[in-house]
């Protein structure tokens, strides 16, 4: 019988000792042969002691944590990639806590095609909490707008991704150019569809995201969203890609319609919240938009 593919696991983390213990709890309690897999941490610059949340779960799995000076996430990522021994690099997040069938599925999608790409599900692990879950449903509206049409590039959120370790080191990884969080994973998925790979969804490999906001930590998440979006539009066309065109008004009047079509409860709060959103995404757009054009004026 042909062995199941042999996972790298790739965990980004900065100064979150508690959202990181509880994400190598669910690793740990992977329901996948414990000597196909591993899970390589990488320490963004953390001031706190890594170590602390890693000792009760060296012998649970293959665990490996590296450290490097504050780069970003996306020089991270590539830290771990780099180091891995594996097959297939899947990519997720110190607040995230993959289910117990995670890489199961996933081993299932790669037998069927080795080469493709793949994007799980993602679900919001704090359903009670109204910026997480506005926060949550924007992604399930960008899945569904963006990966039902034809002749774009689908979009996958780097918490719950999955790639050939020798396709994506070929590529060349994340653009370390993104040194926040945002807009690294859309420009890796577009350049990974340029170079001629295959990008699929797979809803049955589930990640639990657990991303405790209130009203400010919304606002700069989407802030910085912004800020990634403008410079997924500047690393895009020095790619000669050429302009990403501005989404036409149905796409903003859909997702703060959004909530109506998914949500029992809390349609109104939801929907004024996915609107502020992009209030917020198109001020860190303008920021970096005007960051760099005071940059150019200097050179």
């Given at each position: 019988m042909t062995s199941p593919p042999f996972f790298s696991v790739v965990v980004p983390t900065r100064d979150r000792l508690h959202e990181m213990a509880r994400c190598l709890g669910a690793l740990a309690a992977l329901r996948y042969p414990q000597d196909r897999y591993e899970v390589i941490v990488v320490?963004?610059?953390?001031?706190?002691?890594?170590e602390t949340a890693a000792?009760?779960?060296?012998?649970?799995?293959?665990l490996r944590l590296l450290s490097q000076e504050n780069a970003g996430p996306a020089a991270a990522?590539?830290?771990?990639?780099?180091?891995?021994?594996?097959?297939?690099?899947a990519f997720t997040d110190d607040d995230c806590a993959p289910d117990p069938t995670w890489l199961s599925h996933l081993a299932a999608r790669f037998a069927t095609d080795p080469r493709v790409g793949i994007g799980g599900r993602t679900?919001?692990?704090?359903?009670?909490?109204?910026?997480?879950?506005?926060?949550?449903?924007?992604?399930?509206?960008?899945?569904?707008?963006?990966?039902a049409r034809d002749g774009r590039a689908p979009l996958f959120t780097s918490n719950n991704l999955a790639l050939s370790r020798e396709?994506?080191?070929?590529?060349?990884?994340?653009?370390?150019?993104?040194?926040?969080?945002g807009g690294e994973d859309r420009e890796l998925c577009d350049r990974w569809v340029q170079a001629g790979h295959r990008l699929a969804y797979a809803p049955e490999a589930v990640v639990l995201h657990a991303h405790d906001?209130?009203?400010?930590?919304?606002?700069?998440?989407?802030?910085?969203?912004?800020?990634g979006a403008r410079q997924y539009h500047h690393v895009r066309s020095l790619r000669g890609r050429g302009r990403v065109h501005p989404e036409p008004v149905a796409f903003y009047r859909e997702l703060v319609l959004y909530p109506f079509t998914r949500s029992a409860e809390r349609r109104l709060p939801l929907a004024a919240l996915l609107a502020l959103s992009q209030v917020a995404n198109a001020a860190g757009f303008l920021r970096e938009l005007l960051h760099h054009r005071r940059e150019a004026t200097r050179l």
């Open positions: 320490d963004d610059g953390s001031r706190a002691n890594l000792d009760p779960f060296r012998g649970r799995m293959d990522r590539n830290r771990g990639a780099a180091s891995a021994r594996g097959d297939v690099l679900v919001n692990a704090l359903p009670h909490n109204p910026f997480a879950t506005a926060s949550q449903l924007l992604i399930d509206y960008l899945y569904t707008y963006f990966n396709m994506f080191l070929a590529l060349g990884g994340f653009d370390e150019t993104f040194r926040i969080v906001l209130d009203l400010l930590g919304f606002l700069r998440q989407h802030f910085a969203y912004g800020r």
